[in-house]
């Protein structure tokens, strides 16, 4: 059975930098995708950031791009996203997760992930 656990979340000011981790336990039997969503109070879940296996092929949202990079080491199961120039809005529950496959055509922020974390709270506030 495949696990999701993110740790790294907390505190920060605007403009500080968090480093959320990701670690995979359990067997994939294969490549996949790594991505995170967040969900914010009262507001839907939304896509922040994914990385294929190979760790070259990235896809973020808007909102983020520039500021948040993601990153993986496959022989330690984890994932990583390095999130700079914290603003409020950023302030949500991040959940890690993945899907199984190489995807070389499908925007990764359009695959059904289907194996989530627990997720991390990170709060931007000054």
């Known amino acids: 059975q495949v696990h999701l656990v993110e740790s790294g979340g907390g505190l920060a000011q605007p403009g500080e930098s968090l480093r959320l981790s990701c670690l995979v336990s359990?067997?994939?039997?294969?490549?996949?995708?790594m991505g995170w969503f967040r969900q914010a109070p009262g507001k839907e879940r939304e896509f922040v950031a994914a990385?294929?296996?190979?760790?070259?092929?990235?896809d973020y949202a808007d909102s983020v791009k520039g500021r948040f990079t993601m990153s993986r080491d496959n022989a330690k199961n984890m994932g990583y996203m390095q999130m700079n120039s914290l603003k409020p809005e950023d302030t949500a529950v991040y959940y890690c997760v993945a899907v199984r496959g190489v995807y070389t055509r499908t925007s990764l922020r359009a695959l059904n992930f289907d194996y989530w974390g627990q997720g991390t709270q990170v709060t931007v506030s000054s």
């Open positions: 359990g067997r994939m039997f294969g490549p996949y995708v």
């Open positions: 990385i294929d296996w190979s760790g070259v092929r990235s």
